[in-house]
């Protein structure tokens, strides 16, 4: 009767040693699958390689870090950002510029090319970088539209019309005047972070 008895009590501790094993093992081997998943899925930053490339790397490390801290995981599933750098930057009807930002016209909805002026200091080109981000924030989140018709592209800001682009000072645009406050914000963000390491 003691030998049965003993023969349950170590059945029973087997059974329960062997579970408890087997879970944790699963648990480690979900844990690795859902990182690789999350790896997979996550955002993509990208240098374009060129003269300009070596002495700007940071830029893609600022531009990680900003929008992992500013954008939800779910808008950042498969998002590329392709940053590229050029002296003499400028954009149609505008003549030169600090930067810009384009939503790349692909079968994916998630691909940006952020253009930025090689000659700018540091300091400038962050402010420019956090600006064009706040809009890749804007246009990943659905917030900010743009559509053509007639050959005129036209605006669209939290789903009200505001016409074809151009139409609106720029001054008063909302989605610059977001930009704007989020620029000054994401970078001060990314100096307290580089402080904090």
């Given amino acids: 009767m003691i030998v049965e008895f003993l023969y349950i009590i170590f059945s ?3 059974i329960v040693t062997s579970f408890f094993i087997f879970a944790v093992i699963m648990k480690i081997l979900l844990q690795g699958l859902i990182a690789q998943y999350h790896s997979v899925m996550d955002m993509k930053v990208k240098l374009i390689i060129n003269e300009f490339a070596q002495s700007h790397l940071w830029t893609v490390d600022a531009a990680r870090r900003i929008l992992k801290t500013n954008l939800e995981q779910s808008f950042r599933k498969n998002l590329m950002l392709i940053i590229n750098l050029n002296k003499n930057l400028k954009l149609d009807g505008y003549g030169a510029v600090k930067g810009y930002i384009i939503h ?3 079968k994916y909805d998630n691909v940006f090319t952020i253009h930025l002026d090689a000659k700018l200091s540091s300091k400038e080109m962050l402010s420019t970088l956090c ?3 706040s809009h890749l924030i804007q246009y990943a989140e659905g917030r900010h539209k743009t559509y053509t018709f007639n050959n005129k592209k036209y605006e669209l ?4 019309n505001y ?3 151009d139409s609106i000072e720029y001054s008063k645009r909302p989605w610059e005047i977001e930009a704007k406050a989020m620029e000054s ?4 963000d990314y100096y307290q972070s580089n ?3």
């Fill in 12 to 14: 029973t501790f087997f």
């Fill in 104 to 106: 790349e016209d692909t």
């Fill in 131 to 133: 600006h064009e981000l």
């Fill in 157 to 160: 800001w939290n789903g009200v």
């Fill in 163 to 165: 016409g074809p682009k």
């Fill in 185 to 188: 914000k994401f970078v001060e």
């Fill in 195 to 197: 402080n904090a390491q």
